[in-house]
């Protein structure tokens, strides 16, 4: 039998924090154009529940920035659009503003960045010839009051800023973008030791050429990949694929050197007649299988060794937003704090085909591994946790020690002579008490990742004759 040797819940937990240290790291978008959202107390309170510890902001709401104190999440803040004129033109302006959006929270509120306006480049308000000197001198008011060696200054960035981007390698940014806007923010980022934001969104290329993208490309699933005609290099996903595009850009004005974060990402679970891609099933693909490329710890083709740090779009559907159907159908959580779909939020490598596949019966999908395992079809909305066959049998085995332990996970059916000891093996074993575990948490997002050892299905897993609990 799997031994369920009493491993304190210290070493679990240093397991889990370090095992990614060298890997990404990812975070989540906070928006709140909506009316119906929770408190800012309760979101933190939500937040701390699932172990999300980087948040980024859309503005600097002062309810908000208090209620992230002394929490240990760390924040990107930004600064609007709207100011951005005033901000170039006056450093008093910047300095006042620093002022008021900092001394108050920092460094209880943990505020390591500031987003200097949002995809500014596509204002229809021709915000551009602001935002370098807008930078510079909120950059220079942190210096002022010795905020400078914590908090970054940046500016995210749409791929709309690129004039080619396929094949990756001949990514380009707009000729009319690169002297006045793009090399001198370059420049400002490297100077100050900085990273460039970008958004990137497969969802809109994918829905806009339905005809030419497989899906399974765009959701992280496996696909026979494109090779970039242009350096050989084989792309699995669209993502990475959009992602080097702008590194190529980058590369191609001499800043190869300057890191990027990805400041927004997701897909959404509902949309227009006319949104191809649009759905829940897709949504909890893309960003299940997103998340476990990120924890994997590399790079993309042209970056492998840079790791990838991401925020998701978004934590909260946001009714107030215009636009089509799925601007407002982008988050993990209803304002009533339960979960839009059911795909954990801190996942890591596993088997990506484990996601059910879009537009087909959810009883066609596998559970992955070679412990014996196999599945039933699934009652309308149930959910189970399983081990992640590729974490390892040391993980495997702190996690269960965990589970079994002071995780409180009913584990007698697993030992010796009980009804699910077999098969007895490592990974039918975990995936029992991990479920167990699962179960009692109320199957809350989160609650099935033990650093990567586990995640979530949609069918009910059956190893021998053990029947997965649903509920306690």
Known sequence: MATLAAFSSFFFFFLVTFAFADTGKVGINYGRVANNLPSPEKVVELLKSQRIDRVKTYDTDSAVLAALANSDISVVVAFPNEELSKAAADQ??????????????????????????????????????????????????????????????????????????????????????????????????????????????PFFAYSANADKISLDYALFRDNPGQVDSGNGLKYTNLFDAQLDAVFAAMSAISYNDVKVVVTETGWPSMGDENEAGAGAANAAAYNGNLVRRVLSGSGTPLRPKDPLNVYLFALFNENQKSGPTSERN??????????????????????????????????????????GGDVSPSAAGQTWCVANANAGEKKL??????????????????????????????????????NSYYQKQVRKAGSCDFGGAAYVVTQAPKYGKCQFPTGY
Not at 346 to 366: C, E, I, L, R, W
């Open 397 to 434: 085995q702190a996690a269960i020690d965990y589970a079994c332990g002071e995780g409180g996970a009913d584990c007698r059916p697993i030992q010796e002579g009980a009804t699910c000891y077999d098969p007895n093996t490592l990974e039918a074993h975990a995936s029992y008490a991990f």
């Open 330 to 371: 982008y988050g993990l959580f209803y304002p009533n704090e339960q979960t839009v779909y059911d795909s954990p939020f801190v996942s890591t490598s596993g088997n990506s085909s484990s996601t059910p596949a879009a537009n087909k019966s959810k009883t066609q999908v596998p559970v992955s591994g070679g412990g």
């Open 92 to 201: 008093s302006f910047t300095d006042n503003w620093v002022q008021a959006n900092f001394s108050k929270y920092y460094p209880a509120t943990k505020i390591e960045a500031v987003a200097v306006g949002n995809e500014v480049f596509a204002d229809p308000k021709n915000t551009t010839p602001f935002l370098v000197p807008a930078m510079k001198n909120v950059y220079n008011s942190l210096v002022k009051y010795k905020l400078d060696s914590n908090v970054k200054v940046s500016s995210p960035i749409a791929l709309g800023a690129l004039q080619n981007s396929y094949p990756p390698s001949s990514g380009s940014f707009k000729s009319d973008l690169i002297e006045p806007a793009l090399k001198p923010m370059l420049e400002f980022l490297r100077k100050t030791s900085s990273y460039l934001m970008v958004n990137a969104y």
